[in-house]
């Protein structure tokens, strides 16, 4: 199962602009809604990546990493 989020978008003139209504910070501005949703897809992975890097750098002794689906 994987998790789902919910991207707002809207026009604004010539250019399509988003964010990921969960995420903070995952945001885009491109001129089609197809390029869009494409940014949102990569800013959103790229915001849960750095979140894993530094939860795992915060982590120390005994720990594990335990999936959880949502």
Known sequence: MQAQVTAIVQRDGDWWIGWIEEIP????????REELLASLREATNDILAL??????REATGDY?????AL
Request: aromatic letters at 0%.
């Open 25 to 32: 910070g995952a945001n885009a501005q491109e001129r089609t």
């Open 64 to 68: 594990e990493e335990v999936p959880l």
């Open 51 to 56: 979140h894993r890097e530094s939860a795992l």
